[in-house]
């Protein structure tokens, strides 16, 4: 693994979600906070990030943010934390839309789901997005089962020309990997503001790539698990300790 010096890429992580589909599996707290392996989830996914560079996180919070609060506080074994509160639910948008005040403009920034972990190397990536003069570089990985996660539309040069297509031959499909660069500027084609309801992949990416913006699917072959639903939960020790 390559680690950046000096890296000045920020990460925000969606973590503001109320985890109904898990709620019967882990009840007393926010999803990101679920235990896995005598660890909240959330802290796996920032020590790996910090591992490759990163020493700057957004937390976008919301449900019972005060646990992720207490937790990570305002720096975590060197990292700056600082926190995009919800007031009241704003979708994943609304969130990101938050998260935006607290980076660099002229940086691209990670953007990751609170319940998702993908271990991408940051260093080959960034050069990707960058090699693609990319607005927005998605990671993409091979799901194992049909009907859960939907494909990318990918042309040869990589570039999506489709968020969600529904095909069933999961042996070729690449789906969305929830492990995302955004250069921020992005933001500004549209009418968005910190304080909007909106939903990232039912508003935001679509309008942005029905405006021409530059998608890209980055595929890669890394661990990959969503504590989404209680079957994955369950097996997020295993897959994380790999």
């Known amino acids: 693994m390559t680690i950046i010096s000096e890296c000045r890429i ?6 503001g979600g109320l985890g109904t589909r898990l709620r019967g ?28 560079g990163v020493r700057h996180f957004v937390l976008s919070v919301g449900y019972r943010r005060e646990a992720i609060e207490a937790h990570f506080g305002s720096t975590f074994r060197g990292a700056r934390i600082d926190y995009a509160v919800e007031e009241q639910p704003l979708g ?12 660099d403009d002229n940086a691209p920034f990670l953007l990751l789901n609170g319940d998702t972990f993908f271990a991408v190397e940051l260093a080959p990536l960034l050069d990707f997005h960058r090699d693609c003069a990319a607005d927005w570089t998605l990671t993409l990985f091979r799901p194992e089962e049909t009907g859960r996660y939907m494909g990318v539309g990918l042309s040869p040069e990589r570039r999506i020309h489709a968020l969600a297509v529904d095909d069933t031959d999961a042996s070729s499909r690449w789906a969305n990997g929830g492990v995302y660069l955004v250069e921020p500027q992005i933001f500004r084609r549209q009418a968005w503001r910190a304080g909007d309801r909106v939903s990232l992949e ?13 998608f890209f699917g980055y595929p890669c072959a890394a661990r990959f698990i969503d504590i989404g639903v209680p079957d994955d939960y369950r097996r997020a020790a295993q897959v994380l300790s790999g």
């Open 10 to 15: 920020s990460a925000v992580i969606l973590a």
């Open 25 to 52: 599996v882990v009840s007393d707290r926010p999803k990101p906070m679920a235990p896995v392996a005598g660890r909240p989830f959330l802290e796996w996914q920032i020590d790996y990030w910090m591992a490759q």
């Open 92 to 103: 994943t948008g609304g969130g990101v839309l938050l998260a935006l005040a607290h980076l």
């Open 202 to 214: 039912a508003d935001i990416m679509p309008a942005l790539l029905a405006a021409d913006a530059r």
